[in-house]
């Protein structure tokens, strides 16, 4: 696998988005915490928004390098469709 240092940058972008969505399903507060939640769910959508073509789009280019597309098989197409708890509560409510 390349190292962190040699990934392509537009790689190691989306790696980086997914982590940090992925860190952030983490933090996935009580139902009764509102305002968290809201914070929570915010920063997923902002992070998963547009992954799955993302992520094709980058198996297209980069399908001939070994190194890459390992990287990007450790990540499942649908990321952003994946429903998040409470996801009904509004960002103005609570």
Do not use: W
């Not at 696998?1 to 989306?14: C, D, K, R």
């Not at 983490?26 to 509102?34: C, Q, S, T, V, W």
């Amino acid at each position: 696998m390349l190292a962190y240092e040699s990934m392509p940058g537009g790689v190691q972008h989306f790696v980086d988005r997914l982590e940090g969505c992925d860190h952030m399903r983490g933090e996935i507060p009580d139902l009764n915490e509102k305002r968290r939640m809201r914070e929570v769910n915010r920063e997923i959508q902002k992070l998963s928004k547009g992954t799955d073509k993302e992520l094709a789009r980058l198996k297209k280019r980069y399908a001939k390098n070994p190194s890459v597309i390992e990287r990007l098989a450790e990540f499942e197409s649908g990321i952003a469709a994946v429903p998040v708890p409470a996801l009904h509560i509004r960002a103005g409510a609570g």
